[in-house]
Each structure stands twice: as structure tokens, then as C-alpha cells.
């Protein structure tokens, strides 16, 4: 009886594998290739189709490289921007245009005969106004303006009745725009309301 089962097994592996067999072959054969059959007209179309479609795919390429090309371009011109025009350098000219606006003013004060030094110090402060405006840097008006924190800076406050409070009444430090943009807020010394029963007498001190 046992004989008999082990048989059977043998039998039913041998079935198996020859299945597995042919599932191989069957896998392994190629594919039989189809043939279309074209009239002379539909074999003329398609390959005015497909040249058709070359030229398109060439002048995509073409089109995408030129795009690259004017994108690095762009890139190099804004990067040069940057180097050559930062609000960094006008800030610098900034502090010089302070002194030679002192300078000037000082020695005009002092009525001395600095004719030769006037001349040469208002020559360099004209052609520095002309370089600011040429890049568009404009001062902030302060003097008599009431008071804008997106403008001014305050450092001092004076009492006074004759000016509402808020308003700037000196301007320590010019302050500067460029292309509508703040790129220095004008320090100025600032109004605040005299109580009526001080003596009217200004004082000053830093806030």
C-alpha cells in the first residue's frame, strides 16, 4: 500500500514538471511580429508626420537652450547689479557728504579766508549730489514735519508750546531714499508739549 502512494507522487511531479516545461517554452518564443498594410497615400502622410514631428522636437531643443543662455545672462547681470550698486556704497558716500557739509559749513561760520578750500570742498559735494541722484538717492525732508517713525529717527526731545507735539523741530542727520526706499531715517530732535504752568523754557535730553 505504501508502493502504491509513492508511485502516485512520482507520477503527479512528472505531470507538474512537464506543465512547468511547456509554460517556459511558451514564454521564451518571441512574439510574432504583425505586418500593416499601408496604401501608397497613408505611407506618404506618415512620414510627413514623423519629419513633422522631428522638426518640432529640434526647435524644442533649440528654444530650451535659448532660454538657458538668457537665463544665466539675467543672472550674471543681476549679480553684477549687486556688486557694482549695493546700497552698502551709497551709505559709505553717505558719512563723506556728512563731513564735507560740516566742513563747508564751519568755515563759513567762521568768516577765515578759505576761498581755494571752499571751492575745492563745494566741487566734490557737487559731484557727489550728482552721483546720488544719478542713482536715484533722494533726502528725507524732517525740518517742521511731524514726526514718522518710518522716516525719523528720534534722538532728543525738546519741550516748546510753540510747536505741536511730534514735531521736528532739528534735523541732526539727514536722512536719505533711494528708488522710494529708505536706506538712512533722518535723525532729528523732536516737540514735546510745554505743561502750561512751567515757564516756557526749553530742556532737552536724550531719549
Avoid: C, W
Wanted: charged share 40%; hydrophobic share 35%; proline share 2%.
Amino acid at each position: 500500500m505504501i508502493f502504491k502512494t509513492r508511485i502516485k507522487m512520482t507520477e503527479q511531479n512528472k505531470k507538474n514538471h512537464n506543465k512547468e516545461k511547456s509554460q517556459e517554452q511558451l514564454a521564451e518564443k518571441p512574439a510574432e511580429e504583425k505586418v500593416v498594410t499601408l496604401t501608397q497615400e497613408e505611407h506618404k502622410a506618415l512620414l510627413e508626420e514623423a519629419a513633422l514631428a522631428s522638426d518640432y522636437k529640434d526647435r524644442l531643443l533649440r528654444l530650451q537652450a535659448e532660454f538657458d543662455n538668457a537665463k544665466k545672462r539675467l543672472e550674471k547681470d543681476r549679480l553684477e547689479f549687486i556688486k557694482f550698486a549695493n546700497e552698502g556704497l551709497i551709505i559709505e558716500l553717505l558719512g563723506v557728504l556728512d563731513d564735507l557739509e560740516r566742513s563747508v559749513e564751519s568755515a563759513n561760520q567762521k568768516h577765515e579766508d578759505y576761498e581755494a578750500f571752499l571751492k575745492g570742498v563745494e566741487m566734490i559735494l557737487a559731484h557727489i549730489y550728482d552721483l546720488l541722484k544719478r542713482f536715484r538717492v533722494e533726502p528725507i525732508e524732517a525740518k517742521e514735519k511731524k514726526f514718522d517713525p518710518h522716516f525719523h529717527e528720534a534722538l532728543l526731545q525738546t519741550e516748546t508750546p510753540n510747536y505741536s507735539e511730534g514735531t521736528v523741530l532739528e534735523e541732526l542727520q539727514k536722512g536719505y531714499m533711494m528708488n522710494g526706499k529708505v536706506i538712512r531715517t533722518a535723525k532729528v530732535k523732536v516737540s514735546k508739549h510745554a505743561p502750561e504752568d512751567r515757564e516756557q523754557k526749553t530742556e532737552e535730553r536724550k531719549i
